[in-house]
Antibody
Framework: EVLLVQSGAEVKKPGESLKISCKDS????????IGWLRQTPGRGLEWMAM????????RYNPSFQGEVTISADKSIGTAYLQWTSLKASDSGMYFC??????????????WGQGTLVTVSS | QSALTQPASVSGSPGQSITISCTGT?????????VSWYQQHPGKAPKLMIY???NRPSGVSNRFSGSKSGTTASLTISGLQAEDEADYYC???????????FGTGTKVTVL
């Protein structure tokens, strides 16, 4: 079973940069897509982006493209989500999750515990 | 890409059956059999309950079942138990570049 472990909660000021991580502790990191999803009270759950660590090929939700960067280091089994200039509206709970690996694969079956990001002046 | 529409809340007594609806469009729910359902308890990560409309992952109780008709998908929980009290979200693949869209979420209360 995949075990995804995310980095801890962050409190940042607007304009600051941030990189959060998601480590696969038990599985072959290069054989599945890993995604990042945001959950906020106002907008609910949103799929942001996903990456295939085997070749670092990313795909983005157009709503988040240009706002965040997804990356992965397959040598250490870790995926990242990065901001260069945070806004208050980036506050929320961020989850990494593994995309399904059989049938259509269009679901997320293993989730990290979540990273709470708070952006406030 | 708009979120899929779910009722804000559904309730039932222990042992009863409840159904949660999830309404989309022909570009998502109606166009593909790629609907999934997630259960989320407070302070926890979502848990996959159903994938590809009506398939249960290993370990998920057979009290949970999924179906779809046109642009509306449904999750039915039979034999409702106290532990089923949680938020439930549907999701669908979409032909738009958004790729995946989620529902607005339904709070299930066990009376």
């Amino acid at each position: 079973e995949v075990l995804l472990v995310q980095s801890g909660a962050e409190v940042k000021k607007p304009g600051e940069s941030l990189k959060i991580s998601c480590k696969d502790s038990k599985y072959s990191f290069t054989t599945y897509w890993i995604g990042w999803l945001r959950q906020t009270p106002g907008r609910g759950l949103e799929w942001m982006a996903m990456i295939y660590p085997g070749d670092s090929h990313p795909r983005y939700n157009p709503s988040f493209q240009g706002e965040v960067t997804i990356s992965a280091d397959k040598s250490i089994g870790t995926a990242y989500l990065q901001w260069t200039s945070l806004k208050a509206s980036d506050s929320g709970m961020y989850f990494c999750a593994r995309r399904g690996t059989y049938a259509s694969g269009n679901w997320f079956d293993s989730w990290g515990q979540g990273t709470l990001v708070t952006v406030s002046s | 890409q708009s979120a899929l529409t779910q009722p804000a809340s559904v309730s039932g007594s222990p042992g009863q059956s409840i159904t949660i609806s999830c309404t989309g469009t022909s570009s998502d729910v109606g166009g593909y059999n790629y609907v999934s359902w997630y259960q989320q308890h407070p302070g926890k990560a979502p848990k996959l309950m159903i994938y590809d409309v009506n398939n249960r992952p290993s370990g998920v109780s057979n009290r949970f079942s999924g179906s779809k008709s046109g642009t509306t998908a449904s999750l039915t929980i039979s034999g409702l138990q106290a532990e089923d009290e949680a938020d439930y979200y549907c999701s669908s693949y979409t032909s738009s570049s958004t790729l995946y869209v989620f529902g607005t979420g339904t709070k299930v209360t066990v009376l």
